[in-house]
């Protein structure tokens, strides 16, 4: 199982909710959509985080446990699972204007699942000229939040470099 954070849990983390101790704070930090939950709990043995911690941030709504997107009774899991799993090279249909528009049907909240880590390690790759903007881009509670921030990534390492981060967000 692998938690994701929820627009509640942003929004919680954000304001600083007193509902979150500060070692759930920290577990906070290091979910991505990537780790299970036995690799977090390894990660932050040293801080005393126990499944309760991450029981707890699931019960009160910040942190979400999806469902398989395959189970083990489909046939074909490899191409059912093939777009979460490789967002850059996600087909993208050119309309007649030229502008690239989305062909998966990944919702917004999987968009940013998968580009939250890109945009958090490209922003953090600015070291201090990047301070402000890697802030920016922790703070993003949301798919619109890291779109509106695109523009400032590229412009600060140019569009090449985040080539990644705009098919996350918009493949």
């Known amino acids: 199982?692998?938690?994701?954070?929820?627009?509640?849990?942003?929004?919680?983390?954000?304001?600083?909710?007193?509902?979150?101790?500060?070692?759930?704070?920290?577990?906070?930090?290091?979910?991505d959509g990537k780790k299970s939950i036995d690799e977090i709990l390894v990660a932050m043995a040293g801080m005393g985080v126990k499944r309760e911690d991450i029981d707890y941030l699931v019960e009160q709504g910040f942190l979400a446990i999806p469902a398989p997107a395959v189970t083990a009774a489909s046939p074909e899991p490899a191409p059912a699972r093939a777009p979460a799993d490789a967002p850059a090279s996600a087909p993208v249909a050119q309309s007649a204007d030229a502008s690239p528009r989305p062909v998966s049907d990944r919702t917004p909240q999987q968009?940013?699942?998968?580009?939250?880590?890109?945009?958090?390690?490209?922003?953090?790759?600015?070291?201090?000229?990047?301070?402000?903007?890697?802030?920016?881009?922790?703070?993003?509670?949301?798919?619109?939040?890291?779109?509106?921030?695109?523009?400032?990534?590229?412009?600060?390492?140019?569009?090449k470099a985040c080539r990644e981060l705009e098919q996350a967000l918009k493949g």
Not at 14 to 29: D, H, W
Not at 126 to 141: C, H, I, P, Y
């Open 111 to 159: 968009r940013y699942q998968d580009a939250k880590p890109i945009a958090t390690k490209l922003s953090a790759s600015l070291g201090l000229r990047g301070f402000m903007l890697n802030l920016s881009v922790e703070s993003a509670a949301g798919y619109d939040d890291l779109l509106k921030l695109l523009p400032k990534l590229q412009e600060a390492l140019g569009t």
């Open 1 to 31: 199982m692998r938690p994701i954070k929820t627009e509640l849990g942003q929004t919680a983390f954000k304001e600083r909710s007193p509902l979150i101790s500060s070692k759930q704070r920290a577990t906070f930090i290091i979910v």
